[in-house]
């Protein structure tokens, strides 16, 4: 993968130091990125065609998750990735149920 033919990957992460160590790797193995945080900004990425798949925290400081990835599958099937510190089973259930393609548990905690 190289220049514009990469895949772009749409990460919505809100603490600074995992965003960055997020957006370094998903670079490092040719993917071009961008940054999100807001619904309104999430959703609006999404319906210009601005990303390829997304990479979702569910603890966001002004919505959940769950419930973007819920709104976000009422008109897309663009891949959800959630990363997260949740490691409950109810959660994992609850993302996937909300339209997340995975669910991948950090090892850093919640």
């Known amino acids: 993968m190289t220049g514009d033919e990469a895949p772009m990957v749409l990460v919505v992460e809100d603490d600074p130091a995992i965003e960055v160590m997020i957006l370094r790797c998903l670079r490092r193995f040719g993917y071009r990125t961008c940054t999100a945080l807001g619904r309104a900004e999430i959703q609006a990425t999404v319906e210009n065609g601005g990303c390829d798949a997304i990479v979702l925290d569910l603890?966001?400081?002004?919505?959940?998750?769950?419930?973007?990835?819920?709104?976000?599958?009422?008109?897309?099937?663009?891949?959800?990735?959630?990363?997260?510190?949740?490691?409950?089973?109810?959660?994992?259930?609850?993302?996937?149920?909300?339209?997340?393609?995975?669910?991948?548990?950090?090892?850093?905690?919640?």
Do not use: N
């Not at 603890?59 to 973007?68: A, F, M, N």
């Open 59 to 110: 603890g966001l400081p002004s919505d959940d998750g769950i419930d973007i990835a819920r709104a976000l599958r009422q008109h897309s099937a663009v891949p959800i990735l959630m990363l997260t510190g949740r490691s409950g089973i109810q959660e994992r259930v609850a993302g996937l149920e909300a339209g997340a393609d995975d669910y991948i548990v950090t090892p850093w905690g919640a």
